[in-house]
């Protein structure tokens, strides 16, 4: 069965460091998604792709996240630099329906993020 | 800011019994989804519901929509120690943005 691939699974930096997490979305899927989820709270989203556009990035910190989908497939979420108050379950989900409603999104296993 | 807001924020079940969970939103939806997660994993989507839809059955599930009241709940029947995790509500908007609730964490006691 098809499944989102991340990597890390876990990641323990410092603050005022680089991270990188890294996304591969089920083959054929046209949208992608990344989330942060705060330890006891829902998924917040962070970045929406359809094909290689943002089509939502409002709730992404630009002075110190960025995200790329270069090719329309695979995605890297990068922080830079890393804050104490960054800790949390970095997660992302693709789906086949992109910009429409119906929309089942498929969720990879996460990483997860500590900042020292 | 999450639009959905998920109640009871915990629940503790014995295994057989049914659980329900609900879900209340803010502004008009396309869709309501109802997700689950078990500890440290990823989502895993588990029926979704039409804005023109009022229930919606897969297996031990049913789920109810009331778009006059904006809320949506969750029943699970039967429930086994194996549903034991966090469900989550999440509405797709006018916008076609998903927004997640906090979600209910479920625990079915064996």
């Known amino acids: 069965e098809a499944e989102v691939a991340q990597s890390p699974r876990y990641k323990i930096t410092e603050k005022s460091q680089a991270v990188a997490f890294w996304c591969d979305p089920i083959?054929?899927?046209?949208?992608l998604y990344w989330y942060r989820q705060i330890l006891g709270q829902g998924p917040e989203l962070l970045v929406q792709?359809?094909?290689?556009?943002?089509?939502?990035d409002s709730q992404l910190p630009k002075d110190r996240f960025s995200a790329e989908r270069l090719k329309g497939v695979d995605s890297t979420l990068k922080i830079q630099p890393a804050e104490l108050g960054d800790s949390a379950m970095y997660l992302c989900?693709?789906?086949?329906?992109?910009?429409?409603?119906?929309?089942?999104?498929?969720f990879g296993p996460g990483t997860r993020l500590t900042v020292l | 800011s999450q639009q959905g807001e998920e109640d009871p924020q915990a629940l503790s079940i014995q295994e057989g019994e049914n659980a329900t969970m609900n879900c209340s939103y803010k502004?008009?939806?396309?869709?309501l989804q109802w997700y689950r997660q078990n500890s440290g994993r990823g989502l895993v989507h588990l029926i979704l519901?039409?804005?023109?839809?009022r229930e919606k059955h897969s297996g031990r599930l049913r789920v109810t929509l009331d778009t006059s009241k904006k809320s949506s709940s969750l029943l699970i029947t039967a429930s086994r120690a194996a549903d034991t995790a966090s469900y989550f509500c999440?509405?797709?908007?006018?916008?076609?943005?998903?927004?997640f609730g906090a979600g209910t964490r479920l625990f079915v006691k064996a």
């Open positions: 989900a693709s789906s086949s329906v992109g910009g429409f409603s119906y929309n089942e999104q498929f």
């Open positions: 083959s054929g899927h046209a949208t």
């Open positions: 792709f359809q094909d290689e556009s943002v089509v939502d």
């Open positions: 502004t008009s939806i396309n869709n």
């Open positions: 519901i039409r804005s023109n839809e």
């Open positions: 999440a509405t797709e908007t006018g916008g076609f943005k998903t927004i």
